[in-house]
Structures are given as structure tokens and as C-alpha cells.
């Protein structure tokens, strides 16, 4: 994921009530002028409950947050009154679900006053988990993205309005007033951000600083309310696993495994384990052969001396007889060793299998796989080769954390297939022990799809939908000329490496646009990452499209971070610590080079990630 999705990117915009004058943030971040946000007059006033809640915005929270500062001096001259509110607003759908937050400064009826004497700066932020004092570190924990503000930016008779766009990585904004030497008065002042929903449940600081550095004049705390917590009754549900995830045999022999079904929400239910899929002449015991959830029982697969060689995805299953969820338990049966196994890793950027693919990934390196990482785009965000390249270098640093020391080498291969003709491209290849990274490098997608301006604004998206002609790697080193061509380069390339069998599972992102979405909405900022999705579609053309006999699990990813109440946290204390080093590991390595701090820029969305891995057989 390059950097992560900014709320400004994702651009839900709203106009709740009708003022002339005002700036509202648009798509192409280009000031216009259209209505302002006067909260007062177009909402309801009353405690959020998600018992009885009505769908649309709401206050949630009202503060009077006016104040007054003077420097010290027997006659001051620099003097700042505000008389205003602040106000957290929440946007809640029909079943009650929080799908958007913002934080207004604001006043009654109209907005806001300020008055000025001097030439004070005032500035507008939204601070998490706590507030500065050093103007200096007005980014540090800055979050929320301006939505509409007023007055419009602009150089007026006694003062200057600023609006200061994106002052960290997360895409957080400012809004300022400074005086200019003279007394000011500043009527009908606003400023909206929108917040980031991985921000729920947590607590936020409105920040009023006078400076640069004169003081923190106001900080309001703001409890952003949580996600409703769904009602009990028949919401009971579970997720099935089996430890290892495969096994070999010979003819005539048994194997075993320990297969788990863990409590994700409600009252447990018994459920009945089973097996299907087993090769001629064997059969899956169970002991227990049923329990409530979270529960275990041990798994014996015996076969037959006439029982064929040959590798057998094996559906283990559980199921309370309405709702059943299953895994895939690989086994091989044969008179020699089984070749290596492979588990291939297909994602969109270099720190994206760490946070929504693991710690199965390390799992399945522990457990003697050979692991395979496709990465297609080169994650470069826009910005100059040596941005992506230090990228390419964090991801190695992942892969080196689990590894531990190995040989490596590096080289460009040509990955081909054959249509009426043979066409080859050229990926660049990164070889560590017992992995194999390919870095297609195409161009970064950008948040909404729409690509950067310094890569001619081209996708993976708008190559699938048609929207341009061919693609082509950000170091010039291959141009796809069409979404199949692009697809049928990366099946190709996983056929160079691993078998086509099902002993080869290809892990992806769930090309499911529901499962892929927060809480399932299709609201604005909700969806999986552009490129992730379009990485999704790649893998499901070349497997289930494409009737390939290759294992495939499909990864949630977005909906991790946001905390999203379908995927309720599932890790123990081992796994997360696990997944949290590996990308503690490209975080740090990113920093060396670039000097920016990746792992403290958006703690909550990671934090959130660290707790949970989803995934499903299809």
C-alpha cells in the first residue's frame, strides 16, 4: 500500500446547509466556492445510540471550546478571542453503522468569531493521541482532512487566511488566520475535517494553538464514539484451521494434524467436524467428532495400500448446521518424498503481504515451504525512482527478518507464455534462501485509482477497465499492452517456480468487493485499495477463471485497519507479535533510507492489523 489511504483522497465530501463564500475540498484538491458547513441549522443535537439511531449525520458531541490569550505586558499587543464550538459529527447508515466522522470548529448561528490585535497566527487542527506545544511538531500527530472552511483562503485588509495541505504523510490538513498588525475581527469561522474511521473508539484532540509558539490555548479531548456492538442472539460464528496445513503419507500409512474452531462472535453452538476430498480407499477420523467452539480435536487421515500417489486438497470442515466454514488440509500420498511445496504471495505494494498475508506467510516458511512474492506495482506513490527502490529494499528487510542469513542474488528474467505467439517481458527477480521476490514495478494507482501525475496517470485498474491501451514498469523495463496480456504474464510467471498442481497454494487479495469493503458498505473511502482489488481480479482470472489447479486462499485487507466488526481480532500473543515485527522490520529499513517513519504514521490502522488475518478458500 503506498503510504495509506488519506480520508482527503478518498474525498467523501458533504454540504450540510446552505452559506455563500465558503471552500469546500473537491476531488482534485482545487479550492472552489460552494456552500458552507453550518452544522447548527442542518442537524440533530442528541447522544448517538446504536439502539435507536437515525441513518445520516448527527453531533454527536458539543464543547464550547472560546478562550482568550494576551502576551504578557502591561498594555499586550497581541491579543486572540475565539467564541465558538467544536463539534464531533458522526454519519451513521440504516443499521446503525458509523460509515463517516468529522470534527467542526464552528459557532452559533453562523460560526465562529475571531477577534485579533497583532499579527498572532491561529491555527485549526486535529491531534491523536495528544496535542503539541512546539508549532514545529504541528504534524506529529496531526489526522483529518479539511472538508469546507470559511472564510476562503486568501490575503484580506487585517488578516490571512492559510490552508496548509497534507503537513505529514497521512494527509492531515490545517487551517490558519494570522492577523496583520491591526485589529481583526473574523466573523462566521469554520473548519471541518473529516477523520479516518480507524479513529473509532479512540479519544482526539482539538487543537487551537496561538503562536507560532505562544501557547496551546485549547485542546479539547473528544471521545470518537466505537462501532455498535452487534446484538446477541444468532450471531454465533467461527473460523476453522488446522495446524499443519499439510502432510504426506505412503500408501498404507496414517497422518494426523490438530484441527481448531475458534469462537469469533455470540453464544457457541456444537459443531460437527468433517472431511471431504479424501483419495480412494482413505478416511479422515475425528476425535472429538464435535464441540463448541473454540475447540480442538485431533485429525487422522489413514489410507489404503491401493490408495493412488498424487497430492489431494482435503476440505476439513465444521459445522453447527447452519452455518459451516471449512479449510484445505494438503496431502500427499506417494512412494517417495513429496517435491517442495510452494506458497505464492501476490499483492500490489512491498508492505503489503506483511500487514494482510501474514503471519501465514512465515507460517508456511516454518512449516519447509518455498515462498514466492509477486509484487506488481513498484508502490512509488508518485514520487522519484528512489522512493520505490527503498521500498524494494524495506520488503527484503521483511523477508530477512524471517529467513534470518541466507544467500541472495538479483538478477532480470524474462517471464514468457505463448497465445498464437510466444511474448516474454522482462521482471526483475530477488532470490533469499529459500525465497523468490518478482518486482513488476508498474505504476503506483494511487488511493482512487486514477494513477500520478509523474506516471501519466495509468493504473492497473484503468488498464482492466480499458481506460488506456498498454502499462508500462516505472523503469521502462516492460509495457503490457493489454489486461491480459498483464495477467497471463503474471500466471506465467508463478508457473516458472511452482508446480501446476494443487500442492501450490496462490494467497491474494479477496477479489470479494463486500468482504473487501468496511462493514460491507459501498460508501466513499470504504473499499480495498485500487490496486489491491485489481491485483485480486489478476489472480482470480488465472485460477478460478482459468480452472487452474492450483490452491488458493483470498485475504481481507483494508477492513483489517478499519477494525471492522466482521473480522474481530484472531491472533495470539506469538502471531502478533510475529506479524508486527516483520513489518517493524520494513518500517525501520524505509526509515534508514528515507527518513520517514512508515510504522508511527498511522499506529491505529497498523495496530488494528497486527490483531488480525483473514482469509477463505475459494
Known amino acids: 500500500m503506498p503510504g495509506f489511504r488519506s480520508e482527503k483522497q478518498d474525498e467523501k465530501r458533504l454540504t450540510k446547509s446552505a452559506a455563500t463564500g465558503t471552500n469546500t475540498r473537491v476531488a482534485a484538491h482545487v479550492s472552489v466556492c460552494l456552500a458552507f458547513v453550518i452544522v447548527m441549522s442542518a442537524l440533530v443535537l442528541r447522544p448517538a445510540s446504536a439502539a435507536s439511531c437515525t441513518p445520516g449525520w448527527e453531533v454527536d458531541t458539543e464543547v464550547d471550546n472560546s478562550f482568550t490569550w494576551k502576551d504578557s505586558g502591561l498594555l499586550p499587543a497581541h491579543t486572540v478571542t475565539w467564541t465558538g464550538i467544536v463539534q464531533l459529527i458522526v454519519d451513521r447508515d440504516g443499521d446503525c453503522t458509523i460509515v463517516g466522522v468529522e470534527l467542526a470548529y464552528t459557532g452559533t448561528p453562523v460560526g465562529g468569531a475571531l477577534a485579533l490585535t497583532g499579527s498572532p497566527l491561529v491555527s485549526f487542527t486535529v491531534q491523536y493521541p495528544s496535542s503539541f506545544t512546539s508549532y514545529a511538531d504541528k504534524g506529529l500527530n496531526a489526522y483529518g482532512s479539511l472538508v469546507s472552511w470559511n ?4 490575503d484580506y485588509a487585517t488578516y490571512i487566511v492559510t490552508t496548509n495541505f497534507g503537513i505529514n504523510s497521512r494527509g492531515a490538513d490545517e487551517y490558519a488566520i494570522k492577523g496583520k498588525g ?4 473574523v466573523t462566521n469561522v469554520g473548519a471541518t475535517f473529516d477523520l479516518p474511521r480507524y479513529l473509532l473508539g479512540q479519544t482526539i484532540q482539538a487543537q487551537i494553538h496561538v503562536g507560532p509558539n505562544k501557547c496551546e490555548c485549547k485542546v479539547t479531548a473528544l471521545d ?10 444468532n450471531q454465533f460464528d467461527f473460523t476453522v484451521s488446522v495446524d499443519p496445513t499439510s502432510g504426506y503419507v505412503q500408501p498404507g500409512g496414517s497422518v494426523g494434524a490438530t484441527v481448531t474452531a475458534t469462537l469469533t462472535s455470540g453464544t457457541a453452538n456444537s459443531v460437527t467436524f468433517a472431511a471431504s476430498g479424501l483419495p480412494t480407499g482413505s478416511s479422515a477420523t475425528f476425535v472429538p467428532t464435535a464441540g463448541q467452539p473454540t475447540c480442538s480435536c485431533a ?4 489410507t489404503a495400500q491401493t490408495t493412488p500417489d498424487g497430492t489431494y486438497p482435503v476440505s476439513v470442515s465444521a459445522s453447527d448446521g447452519t452455518t459451516t466454514h471449512s479449510t484445505t488440509y494438503l496431502l500427499t500420498v506417494g512412494s ?12 500490489g505494494h512491498e508492505d503489503d503481504w506483511q500487514l494482510f498475508e501474514s503471519p501465514n506467510s512465515v507460517a508456511d516458511y516454518n512449516a519447509g515451504h518455498k515462498l514466492l512474492f509477486i509484487l506488481l506495482t513498484a508502490g512509488d506513490a508518485g514520487r522519484p525512482p528512489s522512493y520505490w527502490q527503498a521500498r524494494e529494499e524495506a520488503d527484503k528487510a521483511s523477508v530477512k527478518f524471517f529467513a534470518g542469513t541466507a544467500s541472495e542474488g538479483s538478477s532480470s528474467v524474462a517471464v514468457c507464455y505463448t497465445q498464437q505467439e510466444t511474448i516474454c517481458h522482462n521482471v526483475r527477480e530477488w532470490t533469499y534462501g529459500s525465497t523468490t521476490t518478482l518486482f513488476f514495478r508498474l505504476p503506483d494507482g494511487n488511493t482512487d485509482g486514477n494513477g500520478f501525475p509523474s506516471t501519466g496517470f495509468v493504473s492497473m485498474s484503468k488498464l482492466r477497465d480499458g481506460l488506456i491501451p498498454s502499462l508500462t514498469a516505472v523503469d521502462g523495463t516492460a509495457t503490457y499492452n493489454s489486461w491480459q496480456d498483464l495477467y497471463l504474464t503474471v500466471g506465467a510467471s508463478i508457473s516458472v517456480f511452482a508446480p501446476a498442481d494443487a500442492s501450490t497454494t496462490i494467497n491474494a487479495p479477496d477479489f470479494d468487493r ?3 469493503s468496511f462493514e460491507g458498505k459501498s460508501c466513499n473511502g470504504c473499499s480495498d485499495h485500487p490496486d489491491h482489488l485489481a491485483v485480486a481480479d489478476i489472480v482470480y482470472v488465472i485460477t478460478i477463471g482459468s480452472s487452474a489447479p492450483w490452491s488458493r486462499a483470498w485475504f481481507i485487507d483494508y477492513p483489517l485497519g478499519f477494525a471492522d466488526s466482521r473480522y474481530p481480532a484472531n491472533l495470539n500473543d ?5 506479524k508486527k515485527d516483520l513489518f517493524t522490520a520494513y518500517s525501520n529499513r524505509l526509515k534508514e533510507l528515507t527518513g520517514e517513519d512508515t510504522l508511527g504514521s498511522n499506529p491505529v490502522f497498523w495496530e488494528n492489523c497486527f490483531h488480525r488475518e483473514y482469509s477463505r478458500v475459494a
Open 151 to 154: 472564510p476562503p483562503a486568501g
Open 182 to 185: 491591526v485589529g481583526a475581527t
Open 224 to 233: 470518537v464514539p466505537a462501532q455498535p456492538t452487534p446484538p446477541p442472539g
Open 299 to 302: 485429525l487422522t487421515i489413514s
Open 336 to 347: 517417495s518424498p513429496p517435491s517442495a511445496t510452494w506458497s505464492v504471495y501476490v499483492h
Open 514 to 516: 463486500s468482504r473487501q
Open 574 to 578: 506469538a502471531q502478533y507479535q510475529t
